[in-house]
């Protein structure tokens, strides 16, 4: 991470945000926000296996949407230039 020193990171499921904070959170409730990381940003969003896994046509869509909505977003961040 020093190495490429990213504007914004992408925690993409449980998995990920476990292994980027260290302690184990549910997705949910942070799921479309940017939260202050290692210097920069981290923006917290689904597995997108979980997008494939719903047996729902509505809710994949659904899901789709708010997914696209997360990405968008993490897009957005302005690099902070560090010293």
Do not use: Y
């Not at 899901?63 to 560090?82: C, G, M, Q, S």
């Amino acid at each position: 991470m020093q190495l490429v020193d990213p504007t914004v990171v992408v925690a993409l499921g449980t998995t990920a945000l476990q292994a980027l904070s260290g302690k184990r959170q549910a997705v949910k409730p942070l799921r479309g926000t940017l939260r202050t990381w290692e210097g920069g940003c981290l923006l917290v969003t689904v597995h997108p296996s979980f997008l494939l896994r719903l047996p729902d046509a509505r809710a994949r869509t659904i899901e789709r949407k708010n997914f696209i909505e997360d990405l968008r977003r993490a897009a957005t961040v302005t690099p902070v230039h560090k010293p």
